[in-house]
């Protein structure tokens, strides 16, 4: 242990501890901008400035550790002084129209500002101007940019992606897309985890609520609605709502009170999905087509445009099944257009989801030309979400469970599980397993392929399960830097599966791009426990016994992986194509 003082208190610390985290142990919290433990420890922003008596030069809290007898001012007017200055400075370089910035009242250097009390900016104003297609789903403001590097360091050390980089020097020195690409060019997965770590509004998604309210006020559309499940892990966090409180049936009464039409669960279609991929994966590795690469998950978007830009070679191994989202869009400009009696045209979907790639995946071209139009017209994201519930003057308070509509009302446990890492695996191999043995297996019998936390065995959970004289051999991957060095291994023949479960996102979709934001906390594991929970209580816990489920087959899709099915629920994955849509 170490005993130090900060500002007049004497406490104990391990060793190793930063003055920073010193600080925090005894209720003091220092302001930082660019510090992310573990991923950005750069100093650069010098906003965590303390006094170190019997020293002349003030130093950063965030990358010195405690030491034996240390007296720190973590307030004195010296340091006051230079952490002024320095915000003001910074302020200097940012455009500071808050109003019109998407983390307005959500920003580390509006908090800070605030806090110091700056009032007026008494350095000449340099705000630099990049160009940047706002189609694309992801989009970054450069005037609002405060050279942090925390996107360079998250795309670097957690994705491996490499997708940022900085650019130029001394006073022009900026971040941009690496290699002098435009953001087009580049191989990035739209997982959104810059924006999730850019302390201000320099890094957010496209915004597409107008599209939804302009498709509720046309008489000619039929808008439906579909919300992801690691949506209601985490939507109150945006309306100051506990995680009791904050259900998947008040996300549906808002979206009905803002006037949409029909309101869904997208465990549905994650039920669907199961039925769909667990046959497929039965049948490809019962036909040993599985013996030299496993198959892998293709619902998570950020995967496949990872897969198909790095590993080209194979996308052929991934699962054709399409992703909940599309099947549920799919569905309903089929089979429930049939049972409203109207033209797909007619039928506007939009989706609830926590993710920013899945903006991109509801532009990709339909290979079968099933029907006019898209899968799906529309993607939110959970912050877009409270966007909207707060723009329709809607108070959370009010709301209050609701069901989904029918005829897709039920949902499982298996299905609500998809939004954690391990969730797809776990509810594919419960069906699985009832495919093979024809029946149920121990509803927790595969619990092994969940994962623990933040680099739990580098992000990867191996299992082994024996089914009769057949044994199944799987992984579970979340994270892309974690995925890249899993494929490596694959590749190199050091491990070898049967089935792969990869998620683009540290967590899974708890901990997608497109969740609330709260600077320096990573809450995916917290928000699966949420979900894990609702798994254990549900009524129902395996998707193939999920009654409307059964009711679609026999009425519209004849029985899973057949032509009809595989036509409209499964889809092709050119690795030529990666971006969708006009303009991007």
């Known amino acids: 242990m170490v005993n130090l003082t900060i500002d007049g208190k004497q406490i104990s610390v391990k060793e190793n501890t930063t003055i920073m985290e010193a600080a925090a142990q005894c209720g003091i919290p220092i302001p930082k901008l660019c510090y992310l433990k573990g991923i950005n420890e750069i100093a650069a922003c010098r906003v965590c400035v303390v006094e170190l008596e019997g020293k002349e030069k003030l130093i950063t809290s965030c990358n010195n550790v405690a030491e034996e007898g240390m007296v720190i001012y973590t307030n004195s007017p010296k340091v006051r002084r230079h952490r002024r200055k320095n915000v003001e400075l910074i302020l200097s370089q940012h455009d500071c129209q808050c109003v019109t910035c998407a983390r307005s009242g959500n920003c580390s250097l509006q908090k800070i500002a605030n806090d110091l009390n700056i009032l007026e900016i008494p350095f000449k104003k340099e705000i630099e101007h990049q160009a940047w297609n706002k189609k694309f789903p992801l989009i970054r403001d450069s005037a609002k940019c405060i050279k942090c590097m925390r996107c360079v360091q998250v795309c670097d050390k957690v994705q491996a992606l490499n997708i940022w980089d900085v650019e130029g020097t001394g006073s022009r020195t900026t971040v941009n897309v690496a290699g002098h690409k435009n953001i087009e060019e580049a191989d990035c997965s739209l997982c959104g985890q810059c924006i999730t770590h850019c302390p ?215 299905g609500v599980i998809f939004g954690a890492t391990g969730g797809v695996m776990e509810a594919a191999l419960r069906s699985a397993y009832f495919l093979i043995k024809g029946v149920n297996p121990p509803v927790d019998a595969f619990k092994a392929v969940r994962s623990q936390g933040f680099n739990e065995n580098d992000g990867v959970q191996e299992a082994n399960f024996q089914i009769d004289d057949i044994t199944v051999r799987t992984a579970v991957v979340s994270g892309l830097g974690n995925t890249r060095a899993l494929l490596k291994k694959i590749e190199s023949g050091e491990v070898h599966y049967d089935f792969v479960e990869v998620m683009a996102c540290p967590g899974g979709c708890v901990g997608g791009g497109g969740q609330p934001i709260h600077d320096g906390e990573e809450l995916a594991f917290e928000r699966g426990k949420n979900l894990y929970y609702l798994d254990e209580t549900a009524n129902l816990r395996f998707s193939h016994e999920n009654p409307d489920i059964l009711a679609m087959y026999e009425e519209y899709f004849e029985k899973p992986v057949s032509h009809k099915a595989h036509m409209l629920l499964h889809t092709e994955h050119d690795p030529e194509v990666v971006n969708y849509g006009e303009g991007f």
């Open 200 to 414: 201000v509004g320099a890094l957010r998604e496209r915004n597409d609520t107008e599209k939804v309210w302009d498709a509720i006020a046309d008489k000619d559309k039929i808008v439906v609605a579909q919300v992801a499940p690691a949506v209601r892990a985490a939507w109150g966090e945006e309306l100051g709502l506990k995680p009791a409180d904050a259900t998947v049936g008040k996300i549906l009464d808002s979206l009905k009170r803002m006037g949409v039409d029909y309101v869904f669960d997208t465990t549905f279609s994650a039920d669907l999905t199961i039925m769909e991929e667990g046959n497929e994966f039965v049948q490809r590795f019962t036909s040993g087509e599985l013996k030299d690469r496993p198959m892998f998950t293709s619902c998570c978007p950020g995967w496949i445009r990872f897969i198909k830009t790095q590993y080209p070679h194979l996308v052929k191994y991934l699962s054709t099944a399409k992703s909940p989202q599309q099947m549920f869009g799919a569905a309903m400009k089929t089979y429930f257009a049939d049972k409203l009696g109207v033209e797909p045209e007619k039928i506007f979907t939009v989706s609830v989801m926590p993710c920013v790639a899945k903006k991109a995946e509801s532009e990709m071209p339909l290979y079968y030309g099933e029907y006019a139009g898209r899968d799906i017209d529309v993607v939110i994201t959970t912050r877009e979400l409270a966007k909207m519930i707060r723009s329709a003057h809607i108070s959370p308070e009010t709301l209050v469970d609701i069901e989904s509509d029918r005829p897709m009302q039920e949902g499982t446990g298996a």
